[in-house]
């Protein structure tokens, strides 16, 4: 099944044909509208649906979080969202 975030696949184009599946990729780039909290909302969707599966990477270092990459994260000035 392909899922999408903001209108993205997360699934690979050879899943989206039908051929092997791979990893998830979540889309970190910018899209129009897109703030803290809904960067925020996109990654606990995330997390909803791929945080159990065992190829999603969590620092144990780090409390067991998820490590993320925003693309041209400072675009957005007010990241309190992630307080």
């Known amino acids: 099944m392909t899922r999408s975030v903001r209108g993205r696949s997360s699934c690979s184009p ?3 044909r039908g051929g092997p ?3 998830p990729r979540f889309p970190g780039r910018p899209y129009s509208g897109r703030t803290a909290a809904s960067t925020v909302a ?3 969707s995330i997390i909803a ?5 065992a190829a999603f990477y969590r620092d144990t270092a780090h409390g067991n979080r998820g490590a ?16």
């Open 42 to 44: 996109d990654i606990n």
């Open 49 to 53: 649906r791929y945080g159990s599966h």
């Open 21 to 23: 599946a791979s990893p």
């Open 14 to 16: 050879d899943a989206q």
């Open 68 to 83: 993320y990459y925003v693309f041209e994260s400072l675009r957005i000035a007010d990241w309190t969202a992630l307080d």
